[in-house]
């Protein structure tokens, strides 16, 4: 059974720091093509927030770039979130995700970033930032 486990979400105020874990059992996230951390709020969609490729190299939608800073660590098989300078706008549930089920093709075509294109998740950590 594949279980991916977040936590380290909670409340904070404007300009404060969370670090968020992910904890992966039941599937090896060093074989995977992709993992990454979503967040959503209600009535949006799921949305992109960092994702790793198969080495770890990470790459962050322009919300967050310069504020967080993500890690996949294949020996822990764990993904980590390092979020700083929290905005009100960055409260939603955050998410992490791992396993491309895209066609060689698709995965060509491009990045990983749509929630559609994994196949296992995490239940998600509620984030809360107050102004």
């Known amino acids: 059974q594949v279980l991916l486990v977040e936590s380290g979400g909670g409340s904070v105020q404007a300009g404060g720091s969370l670090t968020l874990s992910c904890a992966v059992s039941g599937y090896s996230i060093s074989f995977a093509s992709a993992a990454a951390w979503f967040r959503q709020v209600p009535g949006k969609e799921r949305e992109w927030v960092a994702w790793f490729d198969r080495a770890g190299t990470p790459t962050y939608a322009d919300s967050v770039k310069g504020r967080f800073t993500g890690s996949k660590d294949n020996a822990k098989n764990t993904l980590s979130l390092q979020m700083n300078s929290l905005k009100p706008e960055d409260t939603a549930m955050y998410y992490c995700?791992?396993?491309?089920?895209?066609?060689?093709?698709?995965?060509?075509?491009?990045?990983?970033?749509?929630?559609?294109?994994?196949?296992?998740w995490g239940q998600g950590t509620q984030v809360t930032v107050s102004s």
């Open positions: 995700a791992a396993g491309d089920k895209r066609g060689f093709s698709d995965k060509q075509a491009r990045p990983p970033i749509h929630a559609d294109d994994y196949i296992h």
